[in-house]
């Protein structure tokens, strides 16, 4: 199955933020501007990367949409509906997989299931279908301490995927993984992802890593973070998991770093021509 950019999603809601911005310490002396304003539209079922310098606002931004942090200015909606407390339909994962050591790779996906009232059997059977599509069936009665940590990363994917929600917010997920696993684990989830396609937002420093995943990058400024780029990715799907050789992806990677090398984010060395004998 191939498909292009801009296809019908099958999942999936769009989320709007406008004039959005994040303000510390309001009201006191000092106060601090750390994101904003910003004005993003995510069409449903979009793969959207957000890259940019630590500190830019990204996580703010992610933690806004969910409803776990208030904005200071601006409207975040969620298909349609504002968003000022906690959303439901949402699957959230982080750097750290934060799975429970004393359950199993399958109970600790099931936490769902008890969590959110949800149907078991029907959360046992995608969980199940969800290892078998990653590989893990060996895993489902391992514990985190026994799992390495690409293991442990999938479960983590599993346990984020498995309620089927609409809304998809990564916050460098893949960040604490090896080079190869890193390869291997984000086309595991671009193949998930392209079986019901939700709206998913992913948060990452490597540049890399938004190109071969996503459909549209949005590239931000360093503190207080705005958009700088707005980048639609026109590469067929799936994608391949080297992509380095291709031409038409090295494009797009240079010109995020051309970006970050105007706004002082990458400085260039100057090559030395001779060496010293």
């Known amino acids: 199955m191939t498909l292009q950019v801009g296809e019908t999603a099958k999942s999936g809601v769009p989320i709007s933020i406008r004039n959005v911005s994040k303000i510390f310490g309001e009201g006191g002396e000092k106060p601090f501007r750390a994101m904003g304003p ?60 934060l799975l429970l050591d004393f359950r199993t790779a399958f109970e600790n996906v099931m936490l769902h299931a008890d969590i959110r009232g949800l149907d078991r059997k029907v959360i046992a059977d995608r969980a199940r279908d969800l290892f078998s599509q990653l590989r893990l069936e060996h895993a489902m009665n391992k514990y985190p301490r026994q799992l390495s940590g690409g293991m442990r990363q999938r479960v983590s994917l ?22 190869l696993t890193r390869l291997q684990v984000r086309t595991d989830l671009e193949q998930l992802w392209l ?23 949005i ?24 992509l380095g050789d291709a031409p038409e992806f090295a494009a797009y990677v ?20 001779k060496m010293a004998s």
């Open 38 to 97: 910003v004005d993003i539209d995510i069409p449903a079922g979009q793969f959207i990367s957000i890259v940019g310098a630590s500190g830019c606002g990204k996580s703010t931004l992610m933690l806004m949409v969910a409803g776990l942090m208030k904005h200071s200015t601006g409207e975040i909606a969620c298909d349609g509906k504002r968003v000022d407390k906690p959303i439901t339909n949402v699957g959230i994962a982080f750097q750290d997989h």
């Open 195 to 217: 079986k019901r396609r939700p709206t998913v937002v992913f948060i990452t420093h490597s540049v890399e890593e938004a190109v071969g995943l996503s459909d549209r990058i």
């Open 158 to 179: 599993i346990r984020t995927l498995v309620h089927e929600p609409d809304i998809i917010l990564m916050d460098e997920p893949f960040g604490a993984l090896d080079a």
């Open 219 to 242: 590239v931000m400024s360093p503190s207080p973070g705005e958009v700088v780029d707005d980048i639609q990715v026109q590469l067929p799907r799936p994608r391949p998991i080297v």
């Open 254 to 273: 240079d010109r995020i770093h051309q970006h970050f090398e105007r706004m002082g984010v990458l400085h260039g060395v100057t090559p030395q021509t």
